[in-house]
């Protein structure tokens, strides 16, 4: 083994937007790294974030190396993620999100895979939980299984392909499909995706509120807008079929929305009432009704009628 391959250096880069509280367990969390400290640093990006993470981030006492990065303006994840690849000094590039927390072995079993193989992506499992006090007793679902060829809440890249390959590109200003768009350019570098099954990380998700459901449209409104990007970039047959850019999607949603349930307000009275009465699993079906059809019709108005896309539309 090359010396070269013996001293690869670690770079984490953690893209953060108003999650100051959760951010601190995550980077707790990467204290407990199997890994030596001297062989990596933490790089946060900070989205423009109004919530004070930079005095949490100035106050925190890590054993590793802790960079702190802020935006000047609201970017969005690529944007992010490029300045800290660009900030960067390790050899190998960890992506985790900000509401991840790592297994003690996370680093050391990603570098493990690059230290005996140069052109391969790293994926650790993502396994969701909604315990924030103890993640890390969570197990594996098949519901955490994803067969993405590049996904950023768990994965790792030599620095020096995401460089050949362009970095992230910025016209994905919100939510969704920026990884999987790079992911298809690294593709074109021959690199080779491998499973990493000893760097879990612990991805936070919380219990599921009514509250919340406003925040859950939105943001499937924005996957929406960025997978019409996505397809512009890569007009593929793979790539329409994975957001659903199809007539029997369209289909399928005015199926399940007919008569126009998901958006009226006697809708929102019946949530409310499985809420109170813990009926988890009706309100959560419901609610996933709700937020597709919420995609679904702003991936319709976000096709414009001369669009040759347009012919998918139903």
Partial sequence: MSQEKRDLTVSVVIPVYNRRVIMEKTLTYLARQTLDPTRFEVIVVDDASTDGLKKMTDNLCTPYRLRYFRMSERSGPAAARNRGITEAQGDLIVFIDSDLAPA???????????????????????????DLDNPTAARMKLTDISRAFFATGNVSIRREHLFKAGLFDEEFRE????????????????????KVPEAKGYHYKASLRLSQLPGHIERERQR?????????KHPERAVRMSIELSPVFFWLDRLFSVGGWTERQSTLAFLRRLEERGCHLLLRILVRLITHHAYMDELRRSIPLEDPARRWVR
């Fill in 104 to 130: 003690p072995e996370l680093l050391e079993a990603h570098l493990k895979v690059h230290e005996s193989e140069d052109d391969v992506i790293g994926h650790g499992p993502v396994i969701h939980t909604t």
């Fill in 175 to 194: 939510y969704g499909w920026e990884d999987l768009e790079l992911g298809r350019r690294l593709r074109r570098l021959k690199l080779r995706a491998v």
């Fill in 224 to 232: 929406a807008r960025t997978a019409v990007i996505y397809y512009r």
